[in-house]
């Protein structure tokens, strides 16, 4: 019998010889791992080899569910891609709500993990708790909003796909995973890891039931916590206006970045016209992801003018890049951006910074219009932004140059771009500064995946956005010493949460409390707050492990120092900000019990984390 909240059943498909196998994890795992990239994590440790190439037949991709992903969880809706990420060499994962994680664990599977490469185009159809591998050449090439169309005309209405664009297909390092026309699995590069093994795409019809052990204790505590959650401010935000509701108070208070990182609020004054309610005046109705009560999703439609698009609406992150990034503040040509990333299956947070990087590039004369094919390339061209897009997901012209992200297109560009290429260990910095809160430094070096905002940490406590109660200690901004603790204990529920599959939206708006009660009442086991803290600093502590043992240190790791410095912007909110990356770090690394130096975690460490297995493999 297997954990209820689960299916029991991980399909194992190896690609190269088209076998499927289905293996049964023990209840322990469920319960230590909580599903998501906690028990991806677990498995391609397992499984893959150090120091694979991530895009060769060695390489293993998982699609994984959490273990409250469709139950009665408030926002149970997330799915998770995991595998060695082709951008940074690290671990990689990338998650997404709407209804395809909910499919995947009613068509029987709590996981699926693939192996080796296709002979030839192929997508896995699951349901039933059955699966099978379908002959996928003729969808080879066609966009994630047709293939859905297609899934849709072949296997009803409930079905549900999670794909790749012709851009995965050519296993261009700026692509990443689409379900529900939009929602996207986006960072870490993972869709061409999908395009690597001639995968298509991942095809679900749902029809089980996943079990619940107390459905009725369930049901009460749910109906408090989303009592408590409607209460909360944030929540109000998020439900009328989604995260596009932040921009513009993002842009005044420069968490955005603006310019390439190199510019000030001042530079960008009208960031007021890509936000909030002239966000909500393209808005033809709103979307809520799979039993979700916040609902901050929308569909938005442009009917006139050079830029006619209707797709999801544009989130906080998209209107930023494309937006404060590049100084363009037409809000048409950004949900036509918006657009073409969700159709051609592109991260629009990486695939605006490279845009970004390439109008630097172009304004102080390292690219011309010969090398860009006449496109004019200048801060604020709303025109030049959307052809270049374009050309990215077509890999057509200069847009092969840039398919790859800023990292590759400064190094095939070369003449000194690369100081203009703002990454981390070859991922495109998300919109959020941490020269206002500095916390975010560390979890952008220190995370197993670099560069990722949605890594909670310290950050959320200077910037008010942990939740009620889970650090009681205010955090001064610029004092840089003593956030250790608060940073691993934010860090380990905030994993804990996402593994078993809630939004952050939700981790954001509800009491530590309310996971507890979830996993309690789901598997049948009692979740106390430490509980749920020890299986966070396990999952943590096995992914940057999974680095490690790939010979990959993220105490080597730098930040560009337009992140950190508060030079070039001499005015503003972070003014002369220059952050003490190091003490940060250091805090950080002895709250965890990891070594200072090396940042490995010590031997008594594992012991107590019950990771045995990992010991070989960093303490010999």
Known sequence: MAVPGTMGKILLVDLANQTLTVETPPDEVYLKYLGGYGLGAYYLYKLQEPRVDPLGPGAHLGFFTGLLTGTQAITGNRYFVVAKSPKTGTWGDANSGGTFGPALKAAGFDG???????????YLLVQGGQAELVPAGDWWGVDTNELEERVEQRYGKKARAASIGPPGERMALLSCVINDRGRAAGRSGLGAVMGSKRLKAVVAVGDQKVSMADPEGMKQAIDKHREFMRQQGFFDVLSNYGTAGLTASSVASADAPIKNWAG??????????????????IQNRKYACWRCPIGCGGETEVTNGPYRSKTHKPEYETLASFGAMCLNDD???????????NRYGLDTIST???????????ENGLITDEDTGGIPLKWGNAGAIVKITEAIAQGTGFGKVLQDGAKRGAERIGKGAEQYAIHIAGEEVPMHDPRLNPGLATSYKMDATPGRHTQMSAWTVEGEFAPPGLVTDKLERYKYSGKGQAHKRVSAHYHAATAAGLCMFAWINLKPEALCDCLTYTTGHTFALDDVLAIGDRIATLRIAFNLRDGVRNMDIELPSRVLKGSPPEQGPIAHVDIDLDTQVRDYLEAMGWDTKTGVPTRQTLESLELHFVIPDLHG
């Open 112 to 122: 699926v993990i693939f192996s080796g490469i296709s002979p030839s185009p192929v």
């Open 352 to 362: 605006a910074c490279t845009v970004a990087f390439a109008i630097e590039c172009y």
């Open 264 to 281: 000030a609020p001042s530079d960008f004054p009208t960031a007021d016209k890509i936000s909030d309610d002239q966000v909500l005046a």
């Open 331 to 341: 809000l048409a040509s950004i949900n036509r951006c918006n657009e073409i990333c």
